[in-house]
């Protein structure tokens, strides 16, 4: 082997050995680039699967609140509609009251809400038709005890569904049933209330 040779063998050698030490450098660089992004994906990973089960459980959470206030607002609508059928009722029992009981209530409402004041007392249609004959008497003995207390029986009906109402000049007192139950509704709800869901 020439000198020429052995300095080209040398220069080969050398490449090799400095080829295979940046190669080896390089695998060591690349192992550590990938050790270092394989732990910053698990670390993602950790990050992102903690945030979907906080968002799972925080929408779990909300679909849960959602759906007690849901099935209170059907309780609390179911309630007031079995009250509200109720109080109809009540007032539809009212109306379809034997003659004679039926007036006697319409009498005691008129002893309530009557003036000490002449007027006129309107009835519906319906109720026109089924006065007891000696109402007039009923309504002067029913008012005998309230000085200046007169009501004449109108002709003129009012469209009503049971009940009355009185006119003392421009002023009318709407004592229908319709109209009393609306008024006493609150309190009439709150009595039903007391008596089917306590």
């Known amino acids: 082997m020439t000198g020429l040779e052995k300095i080209l063998k040398q220069i080969e050698e050398d490449a090799v050995s400095a080829a295979n030490k940046v190669l080896a450098e390089a ?5 550590e680039i990938l050790a270092e992004a394989q732990a910053e994906g698990e670390k ?6 903690e945030r979907s089960k906080l968002e799972v459980q925080s929408c779990l959470s909300r679909a849960e609140s959602a ?26 029992t009212l ?9 006697n209530i319409i009498l005691k409402m008129v002893k309530k809400y009557a003036l000490a004041q002449t007027g006129q007392i309107h009835f519906s249609t319906a109720d026109n038709k089924r006065l007891p004959e000696d109402l007039v008497q009923s309504l002067e003995n029913c008012l005998k005890d309230m000085d200046g207390a007169v009501l004449t029986l109108s002709e003129d009906t ?3 569904d049971g009940g009355f109402v009185l006119v003392y000049g421009d002023v009318e007192i709407n004592c229908s049933f319709n109209a009393l139950f609306a008024s006493a509704r609150e309190s009439l709800q709150d009595k039903v209330c007391e008596i089917l869901f306590a």
């Open 95 to 103: 109306i379809k009251l034997p003659e004679k009981e039926y007036f």
């Open 27 to 31: 695998n060591k660089k690349a192992s």
């Open 158 to 160: 009012r469209n009503i």
């Open 44 to 49: 993602k990973c950790a990050e992102i699967a």
């Open 67 to 92: 759906a007690k206030l849901h099935e209170k607002k059907l309780i609390l609508s179911t309630k007031q509609e079995i009250i509200g059928s109720i109080i109809e009722k009540a007032k539809d």
